[in-house]
């Protein structure tokens, strides 16, 4: 199931959402027309590599970062290792992330989005704290948002393109059967070994996400009677 758009408005312009699209597709950009040597290393000096982070007094780093470790975690949500990579992760930015910015304003979404990022990228260096290939890709902080609008949108209806054989369609399906369906393929293939996806980081994402946004999302106003 690939979703294409929901039918929740937004009463806010988008200005983050697009804000990060725009950075991501531009660093992208930046990251093809480097020659692959100096790509690779682009990655190595940005991303997030778990042994960095979890031995930062180590004398025998494999790699050196351009930014101190701790802050790799921010600059690796920045970088993605192909085209489809970076396309699924805007288009679920798209469709699920400008009903999170519109429900707690622009800034406290920027906010949401970066620590729904951070606790992604611990969980991740936590399930393989020796690892020294490099974290990349925005999906952690956008599982956050996705876990956020299962909470606050679980009813809306999710236009999904729908593919199975030779059949091909769009239907409409609930926000809560979509990210119950995505996070379930989380779960089952976290802790499989090999492979690109960093699995625990998506899990790391979306739980966090359920739970901040309820600190995150302001308390509707209340209206008093006086007598």
Request: with cysteine; hydrophobic share 55%.
């Amino acid at each position: 199931m690939i979703p294409l758009k929901d039918d929740i408005p937004v009463e806010r312009f988008p200005f983050i959402t697009l804000a990060l699209i725009a950075i991501n597709a531009l660093v992208y950009i930046y990251q093809l027309t480097l020659p692959s040597l100096q790509s690779e290393a682009l990655i190595f000096s940005y991303g997030a590599i778990p042994y960095n982070l979890t031995h930062p007094l180590a004398k025998d780093l494999l790699y050196v970062t351009a930014l101190p470790p701790t802050l790799t975690i921010f600059s690796a949500m920045f970088l993605h290792g192909g085209f489809i990579h970076l396309a699924s992760n805007m288009l679920y930015l798209w469709i699920f992330g400008d009903n999170i910015e519109n429900a707690l304003g622009h800034l406290r979404y920027l906010l949401f989005y970066l620590i729904s990022g951070f606790f992604a990228a611990l969980c991740h260096i936590l399930s393989d704290p020796n690892a020294t290939i490099p974290m990349i890709g925005a999906s952690g902080a956008i599982a956050g948002i996705l876990g956020a609008y299962l909470i606050l949108f679980p009813r809306a209806n999710v236009s999904t393109l729908f593919i199975f054989i030779i059949i091909i369609r769009i239907i409409k399906v609930p926000a809560v059967l979509v990210l119950g369906f995505w996070f379930l393929i989380q779960l089952l293939n976290a802790g499989s070994e090999g492979g690109s996806v960093a699995w625990y980081a998506h899990i790391g994402g979306f739980i966090p996400g359920i739970l901040l946004i309820k600190i995150f999302k302001p308390a509707p106003a209340r209206t008093y009677r006086l007598s």
